[in-house]
């Protein structure tokens, strides 16, 4: 596919994401604009669209209130900077907000204090990720900065900020660190976060959209340019913009060009079209780790987190167990690789009646109650005689406190009527690789080199996770507290 500057300066949005992705990037600069004043100013362009009229000057421009990008706000804001955090919801929070909320992190001082067999030095975590890098060094350097990063998140919230964490429960994930009020419950810890971004002074902007970066005459980066939900355009100048999109799992076809194994499963997050990593390769970014996320969801986070704190079943519709129901996020995997794409998970009172209410709400409906063994295999639509071989064996392992299939240790309590189940099937929730970074989180060209006033941040930069994605946001609230220090 052949196409020169001018033919990819007059593509939309949507052309422009597929030229990206063919690798096609750069624009040239069109002709001089004024700004929102009348003056003259530099000649800007916004890449791939039309003229640009800046409506707004910012000193700091983060394109996205993720959690990356709200900890990327906080700390140039507190230095005295105007920073300016637009988001296409109409509100803060992306993804996470509504995530199971399960923020793994082994280098935190609180994992060391609470957990100590838990804990990991940054050394430590190199030793032991090393294997899984051996022709990839960088990154192997990149994991360990994130998990370092990740760590100063969870003590910034707990000994700065004053978060509680819920306490200590018996579970396989004592490296893990759950909000207060249960699973799917993050709202608590957006709202202090919210309150530090608004505390350090940074503002938002919702309910508009991301649509291009914005280059000045040099052809160094200048701003961005949305759409607002009155479908007119804002251009924004800013010196610096931080790119804190989120990922590409809604993008169907990068999906199919960088994870088709992955690519034709449901998928639960909408809006995550990878327009802010497409944005950065435009402005001469590169791409990097792009591959299948490392693991798949189900619908409902019931039907597996549930797992993490009581007794759980699950079972493939020919009425056999498939994982080890602690192991959660191996339930979509398992289904798929024991060649189904659907099963059941069934609980009792324990869980139902326990304190993470919130996952159990998010359920709604799709959770159904059983009175019975035979009204269970009725509802399921499974036989009786299935059903009840597959309680007798789970008795079975309660009674013997072993479970010779798959080495299940906690929770091996047996179920009591009623029952709770549903039916669930695998999804995806998350993209993996995104923009290339250096260890300060500026969006790098082809050379390796970092991109001027350029930064990325979260899954726009790679993460995949809550822990490393709000370390990056920290990573780069330092570097522009640096950078942009004057």
């Known amino acids: 596919m052949s196409m020169n500057r001018r033919q990819f300066c007059a593509l939309g949005t949507a052309g422009a994401l597929t030229a990206i ?9 069109e002709s001089s604009k004024l700004s929102d004043t009348g003056a003259a100013a530099p000649a800007a362009t916004a890449i791939g669209d039309a003229n640009v009229n800046f409506g707004q000057e910012v000193d700091i421009l983060v394109v996205g209130a993720g959690i990356s990008g709200m900890f990327a706000a906080i700390d140039p804001a507190a230095a005295g900077k105007n920073v300016l955090i637009v988001d296409q919801n109409a509100t803060y929070g992306g993804d996470a907000i509504y995530s199971a909320a399960c923020q793994m992190c082994s280098t935190a001082k609180l994992t060391e204090e609470e957990r100590p067999e838990k804990y990991m030095s940054p050394e430590e975590v190199r030793e032991k990720f090393a294997p899984y890098y051996e022709d990839n060094p960088e990154g192997l350097d990149r994991t ?23 306490e200590l429960r018996e579970s396989p994930y004592h490296q893990a660190f759950f909000p207060k009020d249960g699973l799917c419950t993050m709202k608590s810890e957006f709202e202090l976060i919210n309150e530090k971004v608004t505390e350090a002074g940074a503002n938002y902007l919702f309910e508009t959209t991301f649509k291009t970066l914005i280059t000045d005459e040099s052809g160094a980066i200048a701003g961005a ?3 607002q939900k009155d479908g007119s355009l804002l ?3 800013a010196q610096a913009v931080v790119l804190a999109t989120g990922g590409y799992v809604s993008n169907q076809e990068w999906m199919v060009k960088y994870a088709p194994e992955w690519a034709f499963l449901g998928n639960i997050v909408s809006g995550r079209k990878g327009d802010g990593i497409a ?3 435009a402005a001469g970014g590169t791409l990097a780790g792009m591959t299948a996320s490392s693991n798949l969801n189900p619908r409902y986070e019931a039907g597996h987190m549930l797992g993490t704190f009581y007794p759980l079943i699950g079972l493939l519709p020919n009425g056999k167990r498939f994982y080890c129901e602690t192991a959660v996020h191996d ?7 024991a060649g189904y ?3 059941y998970s069934i609980w009792d009172g324990v869980a139902q009646n326990g304190i993470d209410q919130e996952v159990i709400a998010h359920a709604g409906n799709a959770i159904q109650t059983a009175n019975t063994v035979e009204e269970l295999a009725e509802k399921m639509g499974l036989a009786l005689e299935t059903v009840q071989a597959a309680l007798a064996n789970w008795d079975a392992i309660c009674d013997n406190q072993e479970d010779p299939d798959f080495g299940k240790t906690l929770f091996l309590q047996k179920l009591q009527p009623p029952y709770y189940f549903l039916r669930n099937y695998p ?11 250096s260890d300060r989180m500026e969006v790098l060209d082809e050379g390796g080199n970092p991109i001027p006033n350029l930064y990325a941040c979260g899954c726009t930069a790679g993460t995949e996770d809550i822990v490393p994605a709000a370390g990056s946001g920290m990573l780069v609230s330092t570097t522009l507290a640096e950078d942009y220090a004057a």
């Open 331 to 337: 339930a979509a995997t398992g289904a798929l690789a």
């Open 235 to 237: 251009d924004i100048k």
């Open 279 to 281: 944005a950065g390769v």
């Open 144 to 166: 360990v900065l994130l998990q370092d990063w990740g760590g100063r998140y969870i003590d910034r919230m707990h000994y700065d900020w004053g978060y509680q964490f819920q």
């Open 341 to 343: 794409n659907e099963w």
């Open 21 to 29: 992705a063919a690798g096609m990037v750069g624009c040239a600069n």
């Open 225 to 227: 340019r949305f759409v």
């Open 427 to 437: 999804v995806r929730y998350k993209s993996c690789g995104g923009l290339a970074v």
